[in-house]
């Protein structure tokens, strides 16, 4: 049932899942460090992007299991034809529309639990320059944006991380703010 691998993220490689699914499973500095501190990340991502950002979420199921006493996921999604989001696609009147709902969703979230989404990826925030446009916002053929990646960035991770996490997660908060103010909000 899990096919080829389609894609190595920050945080999930994804695999091809069936005929019409994805299937992310967790590497990365966080999850080996930590498993169990990443299925806690994952699963409150998981329920405040269903509550903050429901229409536009891909179709998700995150699965939870127990493995020798440790919690464990994994990340089903439907498989969509989209492409990243790019700063040319503010002059779309309805793109424009429904990333604007999307920042206004984000900004009741960041309000309400000081958390916010992660636009870029990793990806896209250190090679921005090279890479212009937002790994975890898709366009569909529709003219839909989808927010294929719910990851977040929490300034609540500041208190109990390491001196380096800090000034890493203070650096990519400043520097998405950055980029959307550039790129994305003055179009």
Known sequence: MVGRKIAAAGEHIVYKYGEDK????????????????AYDKIDNEFRLANRYFKKFLVPTRLLTYEENGR???????????SRPL?????QNED????????MEANNRMYLNSRYTLEFFGLKG???HNFFPR?????V?????????DFGMISHLNLVSSS????????WAVRRQGKLLRKQYLNN
């Open 22 to 37: 994805i299937i992310k499973f967790p590497h990365g500095p966080i999850y080996y460090a930590n498993p169990e501190e």
């Open 71 to 81: 919690k464990k996921y994994c990340v089903i999604q439907d498989f969509i034809e």
């Open 86 to 90: 790019v700063p040319e696609d503010m």
């Open 95 to 102: 793109l424009k529309l429904q990333f604007k709902e999307i």
């Open 125 to 127: 925030l250190i090679f």
């Open 134 to 138: 937002m790994e975890n916002i898709v």
């Open 140 to 148: 569909t053929g529709d003219k839909e944006l989808k927010i294929a």
């Open 163 to 170: 001196p380096i996490l800090r000034w890493f997660i203070q």
